[in-house]
């Protein structure tokens, strides 16, 4: 079976006054259904550009995008994402953010919030269906960003640093229920990070991004046992995983080269 989603030579260059400027070097990404996969790598290496290509909402320069074997390049609508904010409407209630995604899609709204309710009840936001976003904390408003992701009813996800503006303890919170809401509905997640520790204990694979151009410097498989525990990341296995990422991190190229 063809790849949920593959990047088959993608590559992406912006015209500058001073020159062309490479973003993304031209690259292969294949990407499993149900797979948990995150992209890490410092600020300026492409894995937004990459978002924004595999989303449609960018044409490469080079390469294409497949999904389910399919040419999906520069097509919008067939991932849902989902950025750092959580860009909730502020005049429309928690339920009715949540079933912006299916309205959109020409889901009249009585069955939407239907099918939306119980998501809510089940996932964390009992009791919040009716309050509006500046009621909500920063946790809950990513809750209900994430469920109308979700109910945009496509196979793959992106999440581009979902969690990285909320404090310590909510983010861990954040983690556990994404890890409930992947288990149950197995999307595929593709998921921007700069938390090397977030990617090991969310991830099946890690694809460790270098810059100048932005491009994969190593794909890492994370084999730890799911359901996983937070006593996991004191585990040789979680160590050498996150060695082994930051080693890349900073030194790059010349790690690999020397490998």
Same mark, same amino acid.
């Given at each position: 079976?063809?790849? /949920?989603?593959?990047l088959d030579?993608?590559? %992406?260059?912006?015209?500058?006054?001073a020159?062309?400027?490479?973003?993304?070097?031209?690259?292969?990404?294949?990407?499993?259904?149900?797979?948990?996969?995150? #992209?890490?790598?410092?600020?300026?290496c492409? /894995?937004?550009?990459? *978002?924004?290509?595999?989303?449609?909402?960018l044409?490469?320069?080079?390469?294409?995008?497949?999904?389910?074997?399919?040419?999906?390049?520069?097509?919008?609508?067939?991932?849902?994402?989902?950025?750092?904010?959580?860009?909730?409407?502020?005049?429309?209630?928690?339920?009715d953010?949540?079933?912006?995604?299916?309205?959109?899609?020409? /889901? &009249?709204?009585?069955?939407?919030?239907?099918?939306?309710?119980?998501?809510?009840?089940?996932?964390?936001?009992s009791? *919040?269906?009716? #309050?509006?976003p500046?009621?909500l904390?920063?946790? %809950?408003?990513?809750r209900a960003?994430?469920?109308?992701?979700?109910?945009f009813?496509?196979?793959?996800?992106?999440?581009?640093?979902p969690f990285?503006a909320?404090d310590?303890?909510?983010k #861990?919170q954040?983690?556990?229920?994404?890890?409930?809401?992947?288990s149950?509905?197995?999307?595929?997640?593709?998921?921007?990070?700069?938390?090397?520790?977030?990617?090991i204990?969310?991830?099946?694979?890690?694809?460790?991004?270098?810059?100048? &151009?932005?491009?994969?410097?190593?794909?890492? &498989?994370?084999?730890?046992?799911?359901?996983?525990?937070?006593?996991?990341?004191l585990?040789?296995?979680?160590?050498?995983? /996150?060695?082994?990422? #930051?080693?890349?991190?900073?030194?790059? &190229?010349?790690?690999?080269?020397?490998?």
């Open positions: 079976m063809p790849a /949920k989603v593959q030579r993608v590559g %992406m260059a912006f015209t500058t006054p020159g062309t400027f490479r973003a993304v070097e031209p690259l292969n990404l294949s990407i499993e259904t149900g797979r948990f996969v995150s #992209l890490v790598g410092p600020s300026g492409g /894995k937004s550009t990459l *978002f924004n290509v595999i989303a449609g909402l044409a490469p320069t080079e390469g294409r995008v497949l999904i389910d074997g399919a040419d999906a390049t520069g097509i919008i609508g067939r991932v849902g994402y989902m950025l750092q904010k959580d860009l909730l409407l502020p005049w429309r209630s928690v339920v953010n949540v079933i912006l995604g299916m309205e959109v899609q020409g /889901k &009249p709204r009585r069955e939407a919030r239907e099918r939306a309710l119980p998501l809510l009840q089940r996932y964390g936001l009791g *919040f269906e009716h #309050l509006y500046n009621s904390s920063g946790g %809950m408003r990513q960003a994430l469920l109308r992701t979700l109910l009813d496509t196979d793959v996800i992106l999440l581009d640093e990285g909320l310590a303890q909510t #861990l954040m983690q556990e229920w994404l890890m409930q809401l992947w149950d509905f197995r999307k595929t997640v593709v998921f921007v990070t700069h938390d090397v520790e977030e990617a204990y969310l991830s099946d694979e890690i694809h460790v991004m270098g810059t100048r &151009p932005g491009r994969i410097l190593e794909t890492i &498989p994370i084999n730890l046992p799911r359901p996983r525990v937070r006593t996991s990341s585990t040789p296995e979680f160590i050498a995983i /996150k060695e082994r990422c #930051l080693n890349l991190l900073t030194t790059g &190229p010349s790690l690999q080269e020397a490998a």
